[in-house]
């Protein structure tokens, strides 16, 4: 049974750090391309970064490029994503999701929800002002 289970979520201030993480188990994720998403309340779910299935090329939202970087342990067994610099506006559940489709090195296809096939729970992330 394929899971993602996200951790590390949690509440802190302007201007802190979190590092969230994503257990990833089921099957082996080594070629897929991994992502974040979020969701922040009343909102639809917004893609936030990607890795890709070569695990060399990343992509990032423009609200967040500078402040998070995602990276991925052996295999892709493991997700992170280090989120410093924080602001309210970054309030949000925050979910894991791989894919098996490949379209390359093209960033912005990842950026779809229909493109993952598996998704995780999701954190909740807050950010007091």
């Known amino acids: 049974q394929v899971q993602l289970v996200e951790s590390g979520g949690g509440l802190v201030q302007t201007g802190g750090s979190l590092r969230l993480s994503c257990a990833a188990s089921?099957?082996?994720?080594?070629?897929?391309?991994m992502a974040w998403f979020r969701q922040p309340p009343g909102k639809e779910r917004e893609f936030v970064a990607a890795?890709?299935?070569?695990?060399?090329?990343?992509g990032y939202a423009d609200s967040v490029k500078g402040r998070f970087t995602i990276s991925s342990g052996n295999s892709k067994n493991t997700l992170y994503l280090q989120m410093n610099s924080l602001k309210p506006e970054d309030t949000a559940v925050y979910y894991c999701?791989?894919?098996?489709?490949?379209?390359?090195?093209?960033?912005?296809?990842?950026?779809?929800?229909?493109?993952?096939?598996?998704w995780g729970q999701g954190t909740q992330v807050t950010v007091s002002a």
């Open positions: 089921g099957r082996s994720f080594s070629g897929d391309t």
């Open positions: 890795i890709l299935w070569n695990n060399i090329y990343t």
């Open positions: 999701a791989a894919t098996a489709k490949n379209f390359g090195n093209s960033i912005p296809h990842y950026y779809a929800t229909n493109v993952y096939n598996w």
